[in-house]
């Protein structure tokens, strides 16, 4: 067993890295330990070798014992922590420079299906192989595996899952497949990964309908393949239903016919216009944004308590990733920079820097992650508002209607009235995106990407809409 020790000079990053990195583990195939921060109320950030060393100790009935810290002191407590350490356990540890977010995740996946701590290691090494490859750039440790054409046996899969094979099923795989003493290649339309590795994994990007081949040799060949089998039979761990598929802007997001008035809301912005600040006004400015991402955070925390209640908590746990984004200290110190590089007002400068991380989802290859832009803007429509001192928009509706808009924010479904929201119709709106998918885990009809709903519709108007065609049909 190889155990991980996570050295950071904050105690809320490292529960972040904790919280991701099990998602990779299961059972006791692994142990984590943090050692962040030390224990000062007015100054917490930092590290403490005796932290490190405790941390360590925690590990030592492991075989191994990765350590990967974040910056600076950091590595000075790790090493520190190692040379005054008994030097049998010093022995097992080992100083890891991978990051320090997708290392432990992707080194807790093979920690814990068995893996050796040199595959341990080099796993959390290429922990940025996957996005590297997305964006196009050069790196040298993302060697794929080589496809045997003359030897082994073989058996496909086409993927169901609605998001393929992302993270959590991934590490399913790898960990069905570890024990197996088997050259072991995933192919899929001639492209050749070590299914072994989380990494490999990822570079594959296996999308839902993609056919996957798993091909086989040596003692356990038929063993390794029949787990293939069982585990793609079971979808790699999740539950997947028809319904639960992903669809395509046009299609519906949840199937039913419902008749009533169309009630015509659009969406409504808080204004930004560009101004300029004096240089002593920059930290009134950065004063302003704090308050405002901390009224923020206040409001996205009773979404999740709301969503939690109303739906469940696999759907709060959706304003919970908000809070997460919202709270990263190096997005919020990007705005603060803005504010006093640019001499701009805190409005501009948070739009700027919350714009381009939408555009940076916009332009993915993967269909459900480009949906995530509008979790984006969502915030920054609030955090405006606060800025602003302007309500936070509403949509009340005075009798069950089919509401018909532009775009639909996931803020804003949570908090409909389901009892009078008959159906929901966009003119634009992504079928993965998060107001999609709480919007039918509420049993709301809804429909995307029907282009002419407002310029054709009245309030008032009598319709029926038949979410399971994707058609709104209007009375004369």
Not at 61 to 87: F, K, N, Q, R
Not at 335 to 344: F, K
Not at 433 to 439: D, G, M, P, R
Not at 440 to 456: E, H, R, T
Request: charged residues 20%; negative net charge; contains cysteine.
């Amino acid at each position: 067993m190889i155990n991980i020790v996570v050295v950071s000079h904050s105690a809320l990053l490292a529960r972040g890295v904790e919280q991701l990195a099990r998602q990779m583990m299961r059972g006791d195939g692994c142990k984590l330990a943090l050692a962040a921060g030390v224990d000062d109320e007015e100054h917490p950030i930092g590290t403490d070798a005796v932290n490190v060393m405790e941390a360590i100790d925690a590990g030592a009935d492991g075989d191994g014992i990765l350590v990967l810290m974040d910056l600076g002191s950091a590595l000075l407590s790790a090493e520190t922590a190692l040379d005054l350490l008994d030097p049998e356990l010093a022995a097992k540890g080992r100083l890891c420079a991978a990051p320090l977010i997708e290392g432990p995740r992707a080194a807790g996946g093979a920690a814990n299906s068995g893996a050796s701590l040199e595959q341990v290691v080099a796993e959390a090494q290429g922990a940025l192989q996957a996005k590297q490859a997305q964006l196009g750039e050069a790196s040298p440790a993302a060697k794929r595996a080589a496809l045997p054409l003359a030897q082994g046996k073989s058996t496909t899969w086409t993927v169901q899952n609605p998001h393929g094979l992302h993270a959590r099923p991934a590490a399913r795989l790898v960990e069905a497949l570890a024990p197996f003493k088997a050259e072991l290649v995933l192919e899929k339309q001639g492209q050749c990964v070590d299914p072994r590795s989380l990494n490999q994994l990822a570079l594959l990007q296996v999308r839902h309908g993609d056919t996957i081949r798993l091909i086989a040799d040596g003692a356990q060949a038929d063993e390794a393949l029949a787990a293939f089998k069982t585990l793609a039979e079971q979808h790699f761990g999740e539950t997947v239903s028809e319904r639960q598929q992903p669809s395509l802007h046009g299609i519906p997001v949840a199937e039913s016919v419902t008749s009533g008035p169309v009630f015509q809301a659009r969406s409504v912005w808080p204004s930004a216009a560009e101004r300029r600040i004096r240089a002593d006004e920059v930290l009134g400015e950065q004063q302003r944004l704090r308050e405002a991402l901390q009224h923020t955070l206040s409001d996205l925390n009773r979404l999740a308590e709301r969503t939690g209640t109303l739906i469940g908590k696999p759907q709060a746990a959706i304003f919970g990733a908000h809070s997460m984004l919202l709270d990263d200290p190096d997005l919020q110190q990007a705005a603060y920079t803005r504010i006093a590089q640019q001499l701009c007002s805190a409005e501009q400068a948070w739009r700027q820097v919350l714009e381009a991380i939408a555009e940076e989802y916009r332009e993915l290859d993967d269909d459900y992650m480009r949906a995530r832009e509008l979790d984006v803007r969502d915030m920054l429509r609030r955090t405006l508002c606060h800025l602003q001192g302007q309500p936070l928009p509403t949509i009340a509706l005075a009798e069950p209607s089919i509401l018909v808009m532009d775009e639909l924010m996931p803020s804003e479904v949570v908090m409909l009235d389901r009892r009078l929201v008959l159906g929901i119709c966009l003119s634009g709106g992504n079928a993965l995106s998060h107001s999609a998918i709480l919007a039918k885990a509420m049993g709301i009809p809804m429909v995307v990407g029907m282009q002419d709903c407002l310029s054709k519709t009245r309030s008032g108007q009598k319709a029926m809409l038949d979410a399971a065609r994707g058609v709104l049909q209007l009375s004369h």
